[in-house]
């Protein structure tokens, strides 16, 4: 089936500094990325939407300076916490949006999900 | 935009009984409803999904309704088993380019006791 790998699995940064976690297709090409935050004991939210090629599209409420996705390929999402801050700590998954024709089985491929700890 | 809303937020079951776990949604554009399992720490885990032209669909023990007028749909799980015990999550989103722009529900812990 639809691999889809993110990295890292975890991460542990300062106060200040920026994370970059990457969601990689690995054997399909996603020509949509989603971004997800789940903190804990809560739902999964939908933090933007990212098209390979183009600029990503942001819910409300989220930081698209703080928060920066870049698509630069079919199969490479990243997306980078900037100045990360303690409240920033949580959950961050995506999700890979493969073949949409047709209706064979889901076309949505989640990562293994980063934990994201700022101290 | 879309709110999902689900039901109960907590379930307790006896090994071998039957779980249901509701949802509703508010957006009638909505087509698309996956249902999800969560274990700690991990990923969500599709179980089973449904679209909007059906109204049933079932996967050995795992069966998912959908009432388009009324805005609900359930997830129905028979023979409850003690690995069954996770986070389970409804979502709805637009078949089609959006099929992963989810809304999630609140998400309900299903305990199944041996």
């Known amino acids: 089936g639809a691999v889809v790998s993110q990295h890292p699995s975890w991460v542990i940064c300062k106060s200040g500094t920026s994370v970059k976690i990457e969601c990689r297709s690995l054997?399909?090409?996603?020509?949509?990325m989603f971004w997800y935050r789940q903190f804990p004991k809560q739902s999964l939210m939908l933090m933007a939407t990212?098209?390979?090629?183009?600029?990503?599209?942001?819910e409300q409420g989220v930081e698209k300076d703080k928060f920066l996705i870049n698509h630069a390929s079919l199969t490479l999402s990243t997306l980078t916490v900037t100045s990360a801050h303690p409240e920033d700590s949580s959950f961050y998954i995506c999700?890979?949006?493969?073949?949409?024709?047709?209706?064979?089985?889901?076309?949505?491929?989640f990562g293994n999900g980063t934990r994201l700890t700022v101290t | 935009g879309e709110n999902v809303e689900q039901h109960p937020s907590t379930l307790s079951v006896q090994e071998g009984d039957s779980a249901v776990i509701k949802c509703t949604y508010s957006?009638?554009?909505?087509?698309?409803f996956p249902w999800y399992k969560q274990e700690l720490g991990k990923r969500p885990q599709l179980i089973i999904d449904?679209?909007?032209?059906?109204g049933e669909k079932k996967d050995q023990r795992i069966a998912v309704t959908l009432n388009k007028t009324a805005k609900h749909f359930s997830l129905h799980i028979t023979e409850t088993q003690p690995e069954d015990s996770a986070v389970y999550f409804c979502?709805?989103?637009?078949?089609?380019?959006?099929?992963?722009?989810?809304?999630f529900g609140q998400g309900t812990i299903l305990t199944v006791h041996p």
């Open positions: 999700s890979a949006q493969g073949d949409v024709t047709g209706f064979k089985g889901s076309p949505l491929h």
């Open positions: 054997d399909f090409q996603a020509t949509t």
């Open positions: 990212s098209n390979e090629g183009s600029k990503a599209t942001y």
């Open positions: 957006d009638s554009a909505s087509n698309y």
């Open positions: 449904i679209r909007s032209n059906v």
């Open positions: 979502a709805a989103s637009i078949a089609g380019t959006s099929y992963g722009k989810l809304t």
